[in-house]
């Protein structure tokens, strides 16, 4: 990052489950799931973090003009997450969930204790 790569972050599937709540707090904390850090020198921010997972991402799959961004006219895949990840408690990331998945627009998936609205 400090030579203006583009850095990018997913999951590393089969190595390790799936999970990019758990992947973003190990970007931004740099510790492993037992708590260790691992070269903590290599944080990102959050804002970088989520960049790497998104706008990122989308670049280096050439995908950029249909996602990584929330814009007209690109596919609508998001998620609603229990919580804010670029303003809650470092240590509590781990415990926020995904409420409702959407892709192309369309709802794939909402938790049982999602809110949903009428």
Known sequence: MNAKAVVINGTDVPVERINPIACFYS???RKMADGVPFFPEQAMTRDEALRSYTASAAWAAFEELEKGTLAAGKLADLVVLSG???????DEIPKV???TTLVGGQV???APTALRKQ
């Open 97 to 99: 969930r995904v409420e």
């Open 108 to 110: 794939l998936y909402e």
């Open 27 to 29: 970007a931004v904390t």
């Open 84 to 90: 804010d990840l670029l303003t809650f408690p470092a």
